[in-house]
Nanobody, 122 residues
Framework: QVQLVESGGGLVQAGGSLRLSCAASGSIFSIEAMGWYRQAPGKQRELVAA???????NVVDSVKGRFTIYRDNAKNTVYLQMNSLIPENTAVYYC????????????????WGQGTQVTVSS
């Protein structure tokens, strides 16, 4: 019902920056929460940051002060600004949504997109 498309990943040197984008599409009226997850090779997917429709954010301790999550509610898009990247940030980054209300009424559910690869070289 809700499609998620991530973009903005790439190869960057340690200390560099990237901005990830995730656009949610479908018959969406509103989205309560949007978040970014990542999965490094051989590891489980983990939450990196989340943001509510009101702008409240939650960021995992390991990236606090370096990563910023923000969103454009009108575009149903969430962003992750990543600064001072380190090799340990290398992973596939995915977004997810929660509390989706559809235009026709009812609740929508997002499905994992392809993700976007972030590779940080030392």
């Amino acid at each position: 019902q809700v499609q998620l498309v991530e973009s903005g990943g790439g190869l960057v040197q340690a200390g560099g920056s990237l901005r990830l984008s995730c656009a949610a599409s479908g018959s969406i009226f509103s989205i309560e929460a949007m978040g970014w997850y990542r999965q490094a090779p051989g590891k489980q997917r983990e939450l990196v940051a989340a943001i509510t429709s009101g702008g409240s954010t939650n960021v995992v301790d390991s990236v606090k002060g370096r990563f910023t999550i923000y969103r454009d509610n009108a575009k149903n898009t969430v962003y992750l600004q990543m600064n001072s990247l380190i090799p340990e940030n290398t992973a596939v980054y995915y977004c997810d949504v929660d509390g989706v209300r559809l235009l026709a009424g009812g609740i929508g559910f997002g499905s994992w997109g392809q993700g976007t690869q972030v590779t940080v070289s030392s």
